[in-house]
């Protein structure tokens, strides 16, 4: 049984794809949103892991904000329904400033929703065109504003830096607003152009100029001191968060590798030794959850299910909607424990819980790659209460794609 569940859904429909997008989500095409949500709340009800009562939700996309009350309403109860939402359980949906307007977030919060992700990405108008972003930075401000009347008092904030044309002034003005808003949570990444956007095609040809490297590490410089002064704690590679509690506990699961599950179109699922992903195409996803929930009322209709109609996910059939399944070695496992472990910046690789899950010590499987790190200074042994985790050091924060690429 996994005692500790959590729960990502997936909502694969935005108003328009920003420039930067790779994710797997639909543009126009969220009329098809009614039919989906019947398609992933079967999938919900139907999946038969022997798991404990939900801990940790969370509704991305996508656009999950395209959905009105009712429509999260149905999500949750069969979540309740099939697995159970526990009393303290972090609920997070992911909200774009330009679909909601401030009765969806009293909606929300009466629907017990307690952490909201809003995707700003800049609070400058300029960067906001270029990305393709539906929204104003006026918006965005009067969306904070608006979540917090509703008594929102755990949002984390999006943002974005080494934007097209953007300088060490513009990303400033962004940590200003920081300041003045004081989410207790922030995702900032550096941009990343993704091969087949739009960004990436204007970049390549010349139609707009990135920042150099230097720039965009003064960029991260100065954001880990600014927010540092405020009193944020860098706790993961891209995230931050004002004290422990406000650190994501869902992101949490997946960096220390433990085990989720995942629904709706796209969503990646991980349990013991295997990982999934069910199919990304949204009508052949509708459709197969449409034929399987038919099959299952005509079997349960004619008496041939004993467990009351959940699919079995065994080895010949994971879950209802799934497109392909990664059986991990034991090695696969480990490395991956060591690359989740090593982002968060305070936690870090726990030598205790790796030893617990493996039976061996990390120096026993990883002795020459973890002494080349330390020799480099790129990480350090740090005692904690159950023994020492594995850190990165902030020479290595920059540096963090070598870290990880040790245990490649
Ligand atoms: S809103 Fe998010 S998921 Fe949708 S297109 Fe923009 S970046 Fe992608």
């Not at 917090?148 to 607003?177: M, V």
């Amino acid at each position: 049984m996994i005692d500790m569940t959590a729960v990502y859904v997936h909502i694969p429909f935005c108003k328009r794809r920003c420039t930067y997008c790779d994710f797997i989500t639909y543009a126009n095409l969220d009329a098809m949103l009614p039919e989906y949500l019947e398609a992933l709340q079967d999938e919900i009800l139907l999946a038969s892991f022997d798991v404990a009562e939900a801990k940790t939700i969370y509704i991305g996309g996508g656009t999950p904000s395209l959905m009105n009350k009712k429509q999260i309403a149905g999500i949750l109860d069969c979540i309740r329904q099939r697995f159970g939402i526990s009393e303290d359980a972090e609920i997070t949906i992911e909200a774009n400033p330009g679909t909601v307007h401030a009765d969806f977030y009293k909606h929300i919060r009466d629907l017990g929703i307690n952490r909201l992700s809003l995707g700003v990405q800049s609070f400058d108008d300029r960067d906001l065109k270029v990305l393709g972003r539906i929204h104003t930075s006026d918006e965005a401000l009067a969306s904070f504003e608006q979540a917090r009347k509703a008594g929102f008092d755990n949002i984390s904030i999006d943002l974005i830096f080494g934007l097209p044309e953007q300088t060490l002034a513009g990303w400033r003005k962004n940590l200003a607003q920081v300041e003045r808003l004081m989410p207790e949570h922030l995702s900032i990444y550096s941009l990343i152009l993704e091969p087949g956007t739009l960004l990436n095609r204007w970049v390549e040809r010349g139609l707009v100029a990135l920042p150099d490297d230097d720039l965009v590490a003064d960029m991260f410089e100065e954001t880990l001191t600014f927010l540092s002064r405020l009193g944020y704690v860098y706790y993961e590679i891209s995230s931050w968060a004002l004290g422990e509690s406000k650190e994501s506990r869902h992101n949490k699961v997946y960096w220390r590798a433990n085990e989720y599950l995942g629904f709706g179109a796209g969503a990646v699922g991980r349990v013991g030794d295997r990982r999934w992903r069910n199919m990304a195409n949204v009508k052949e996803y509708i459709l197969k959850l449409r034929q399987v929930a038919r099959s299952i009322k005509v079997e349960n209709a004619l008496g041939l299910l004993s467990n009351g109609g959940f699919v079995q996910k065994t080895d010949a059939d994971l879950g209802s909607a799934v497109a392909e399944v990664e059986n991990l070695s034991v090695q696969e496992q480990m490395r991956e424990m060591m690359m989740l472990g090593l982002r968060m910046t305070e936690e870090g690789l726990s030598e205790p819980a790796f030893y617990r899950r493996f039976g061996r010590l990390p120096d026993a499987i990883f002795g020459v790659e973890i002494e080349d790190l330390l020799k480099k200074g790129l990480v350090a042994w740090h005692p904690f209460e159950d023994g020492r985790h594995l850190v990165m050091t902030p020479k290595a924060y920059l540096l963090g794609n070598l870290v990880f690429r040790a245990f490649v």
